[in-house]
């Protein structure tokens, strides 16, 4: 299998969509209070909510989705000589593993907008201020609910199948 530059990007748009749209289903469910992810990477530019979901949005589905993770996934796949389902469900659950043990717990440290104190309740909108406050992930994202850490990992494992299904049908 080679590495291919159109069926990555395209391999990672549909995976952040599916994956996205997974995890936002699993929060009206009450299943997590995790807050959107575009709500979390646009508050690190900016406080004001709705700005910072537009800058969010287009962070997570075309910068990190489609080209950062889109772009890895399919050179991993070069790399292993396969986009089988079982190798996107593999990569996915290793991304969701790294992501959620190492990054979700030292995001209070670089997030200008997140406290450093745990807590549950997700994205908290400071009436007085209108700015965006989020609270503390923890790790797994456990402070955003006892159900988050494995829809975590299970959002990753989504976007890995889904990019695999996608990458392959495309190279």
Avoid: C, K, N
Avoid at 33 to 50: C, K, N, Y
Wanted: hydrophobic share 55%; glycine share 16%; no cysteine.
């Amino acid at each position: 299998m080679t590495f291919e530059v159109v069926p990555g990007l395209a391999a990672g748009l549909v995976g952040t969509v599916v994956m996205t749209a997974m995890m936002s289903l699993a929060g009206r469910m009450g299943m997590t209070e995790m807050p959107p992810m575009t709500l979390v990477m646009g508050s690190m530019m900016s406080g004001d909510p709705d700005r910072a979901r537009l800058l969010g949005t287009v962070a997570h589905y075309l910068l990190m989705g489609t080209v950062v993770f889109g772009l890895g996934y399919a050179a991993l796949f070069a790399a292993f000589g396969s986009a089988s389902l079982l190798t996107g469900i593999a990569i996915g659950a290793v991304h969701g593993v790294l992501v959620g043990a190492m990054a979700m717990p030292i995001m209070p440290a670089i997030h200008p907008r997140m406290t450093r104190t745990p807590g549950s309740g997700g994205a908290v909108v400071d009436t007085a201020g209108g700015a965006v406050v989020l609270a503390a992930p923890g790790v797994f994202g456990s402070q955003w609910g006892s159900m988050t850490p494995v829809g975590f990992v299970m959002g990753h494992v989504v976007f890995g199948l889904v990019a695999a299904l996608v990458y392959g049908v495309l190279v």
